[in-house]
């Protein structure tokens, strides 16, 4: 899931990491900011955090600007560089005296947004080529299956596999934090990179990006406009759920051709399973859906934007997810048979001002499994002939992965 604002790098710069290599006297008194470059004004620079604030940082004639390679985790790879080398848009980790509005550099630490957005390029490649996901099916030491529509992945993990989690209110992959495969939990929508075997039924997983997302379908029972509210009736739990839908939320039509031909691929899917175990196909009711080396800093990035199935975030040092500008996951494209996500990038963008009572939707949202509210991540309309076969909803995959930063890079 996971488009342009999402960065596919894996380095991700800590401040924690450069200010333990300075003096322990000077530790108390070191402020840092790690973010964008917003502008720069001869020695002066205005920097974007990563966490909101805006901070103005002076440079001057003993401050040591070193530049560091997109993938880097060593500083002892980074290259000298000049306070004329920074401009706008640029990624910075700047430490030195000062508080949380005002720093005095003595050392910043560069990325060049020009070799950002190559290594985003290449990293978003190939999460086109060799990802996949589906939801998570279960966890058995290292092992996780999936489940995407009807088939089952079997990913493999080892000791260099990275592991990246979203937050529980969050779709945007900038906020996502290191993971570790104790994470993963049945259910959870799951986004992985890896070599795979000849039919895509196994996957050596280089990198997994996870989160506990809540899979809806059903029909409205009322909807504000307004305020962005839409009052769902879901088909499994027979429940009306408060749907909020926000600026993040990717809105998706689905055109009446494509869910036709979904439809007709879900009834087929049926029938072949009828058949096997001897049974009628059944009727057309509805269905119930760290510090490496030199004592470099990860995270000076954030995923980029990109490939198709993902989520999106802001533009960075990271990777990238599918495509729309919101992206949600590491990007994933021309996935299996039924899965939704991996064409969702291609749809139309949806109106919620459209959308009217009896609609049938299918929802992935932020939320607790028996919430009475969720927060939708990804949101698809135009899905009733899906919703009227057999086993329709639980057929397709629709993944989060078109929402906020994208997953993927080499974030060790």
Request: with cysteine.
């Amino acid at each position: 899931m996971f488009a342009t604002k999402r960065d596919f790098l894996a380095t991700l710069f800590t401040a924690t990491a450069v200010v333990m290599t300075v003096s322990p006297c000077a530790v108390a008194q070191n402020a840092s900011a790690l973010g964008t470059v917003k502008s720069v004004d001869g020695k002066t620079m205005t920097v974007a955090t990563d966490k909101g604030a805006t901070v103005t940082v002076t440079l001057g004639d003993t401050t040591k600007v070193v530049q560091l390679a997109p993938g880097s985790t060593d500083l002892k790879t980074a290259q000298p560089a000049t306070a004329s080398d920074i401009t706008a848009g640029d990624r910075v980790l700047a430490s030195g005296p000062g508080d949380a509005s005002a720093i005095t550099a003595v050392r910043v630490v560069l990325m060049k947004s020009g070799d950002i957005a190559q290594r985003n390029a290449a990293t978003q490649a190939d999460w086109a080529r060799r990802g996949s996901g589906g939801l998570v099916n279960a966890v058995n030491g290292g092992s996780i299956s999936i489940k995407q529509g009807q088939k089952v992945v079997e990913i493999t993990t080892t000791p260099k596999t990275i592991f990246r989690r979203y937050a529980a209110d969050s779709v945007k992959f900038e906020d996502t934090k290191p993971g570790t495969l104790s994470d993963i939990r049945p259910g959870d929508q799951l986004r992985v990179r890896g070599e795979k075997n000849e039919d895509g039924t196994a996957i050596a997983a280089d990198e997994i990006v996870s989160g506990a997302f809540r899979n809806l379908a059903g029909t409205v029972t009322s909807v504000d406009a307004a305020s962005g509210k839409i009052v769902l009736k879901d088909l499994a739990s027979k429940k009306n759920v408060t749907v909020m839908v926000t600026s993040n939320s990717d809105f998706r039509a689905l055109p009446p051709q494509m869910a036709a031909m979904l439809a007709a691929r879900a009834r087929g899917a049926a029938n072949g399973a009828a058949g096997a175990n001897g049974g009628g196909a059944p009727g057309g009711a509805p269905q119930g859906g760290g510090v490496s080396g030199g004592g470099a800093p990860q995270g000076m990035g954030r995923p980029a934007g990109g490939g198709e199935g993902a989520v999106a975030g802001s533009g960075g040092m990271g990777p990238g997810g599918a495509g729309g500008g919101r992206g949600f996951g590491g990007p994933g494209g021309g996935g299996p048979r039924g899965d939704l996500a991996s064409m969702l990038s291609r749809l139309p963008t949806g109106e919620l001002a459209t959308v009217k009572n009896g609609d049938a939707l299918m929802i992935v949202g932020t939320g607790a499994a028996n919430a009475d509210t969720v927060t939708a991540v990804t949101m698809l309309s135009g899905v009733e002939p899906i919703l009227a076969a057999p086993n329709g909803a639980s057929s397709m995959n629709l993944a989060p992965w078109s929402m906020g930063g994208g997953a993927g890079g080499d974030a060790q």
